[in-house]
Nanobody, 124 residues
């Protein structure tokens, strides 16, 4: 099992940038596919990005603006968000799925472990 703790959310103006971090517990972080999802008020949770041994995936609305990365030595996954838009406002959740042999994950429901979320607010 893995525990996840997000940080780095906040208030930013449109066009600005933020970097979210997610610290994971456990000694086998490299065996997990990691992802980010978000949920805006009144909307369903939406997949944003994922990273595994097989590669990375992004939802279309963030391609070219968001970058997912990880540091296995620090048990941390990041989401670098640039050119933020008001419609990016949401609670952002870090997620993990045990995936020793890789795999491509592009839906929130595919992940098994979740953090508590961090609020990102983009003002116009």
């Amino acid at each position: 099992q893995v525990q996840l703790v997000e940080s780095g959310g906040g208030l930013v103006q449109a066009g600005g940038s933020l970097r979210l971090s997610c610290a994971a517990s456990g000694r086998t972080f490299s065996n997990y596919a990691m992802g980010w999802s978000r949920q805006a008020p009144g909307k369903e949770r939406e997949f944003v990005a994922s990273m595994s041994l097989s590669g990375t995936r992004y939802t279309d609305t963030v391609k070219g603006r968001f970058t997912i990365s990880r540091d296995n030595a620090k048990n941390t996954v990041y989401l670098q968000m640039s050119n933020l838009k008001p419609e990016d406002t949401a609670v952002y959740y870090c997620a993990a799925k045990l995936a020793r042999y890789g795999g491509i994950y592009s839906s929130s429901w595919e992940f098994d472990y979740w953090g508590q979320g961090t609020q990102v607010t983009v003002s116009s």
